[in-house]
């Protein structure tokens, strides 16, 4: 009786074993078909200049543009140039483009210049804040790109001229609905 109960151990075993390498065989073969060029999104890069980039509408200071520049247009902007060798692997590109897309729908420097002025202001807002916390560029992103690392001084000048521009564009705000309603 017991010799009969470890044959069918074996047995057991044997086809669980089969059924799991059929199982890593299986997602094995999805992993290598989803690598084909058909299911990699659209890269993230517009060849066209625009006239509505926030430096098109807002004084930024060259230090605060290539601050900005080096470390958020990457995914805040309709221009993301560096994409890493990683990219070209599934699903780790959706996972990017994901980013990149919610990146541009919370701001995106490129079109800036198209939000109207209390959005803008919401917006330099924002920045401040995530300047002042040191929020972003996101840890994760930081680990693979040293370039975008900004200092205290960096982080701090970004969030002092943030909200600055945000006080220029509310006062703008107030005096037009103001002269709107004949004060």
């Known amino acids: 009786m017991r010799s009969i109960f470890l044959k069918n151990s074996t047995f057991f075993e044997h086809a669980i074993m ?10 094995f073969v999805v ?3 989803l690598q084909l060029p058909i299911f990699n999104p ?3 890069y517009v060849d066209a200049d625009t006239d509505v980039d926030i430096t098109d509408k807002y004084e930024v200071p060259m230090n605060i543009q290539m601050d900005l520049y080096v470390a958020c247009y990457n995914c805040h902007s309709n221009y993301t140039e560096n994409y890493p060798w990683y990219y070209n692997i599934q699903p780790v590109s959706w996972w990017m483009n994901g980013h990149i ?9 490129s079109e800036f ?12 807002e924002a920045l401040h804040k995530v300047m002042e916390e040191q929020s972003m560029p996101l840890k994760s992103y930081l680990l693979l790109h040293d370039e975008a690392n900004l200092t205290d001084e960096q982080y701090q000048q970004i969030a002092d001229w ?10 703008e705000i107030d005096s037009t609905k103001k002269s709107t309603i004949g004060l």
């Open 113 to 124: 210049a198209t939000y109207p002025p209390e959005t803008a202001a919401k917006k330099f």
């Open 101 to 109: 897309k919610n990146a541009k729908q919370a701001l995106n420097f």
């Open 18 to 27: 089969k059924t799991w390498l059929k199982i890593v065989l299986a997602l």
């Open 162 to 171: 943030a909200k600055e521009t945000q006080k220029t564009v509310e006062k």
């Open 31 to 33: 992993l290598l078909i």
């Open 42 to 44: 659209e890269k993230n």
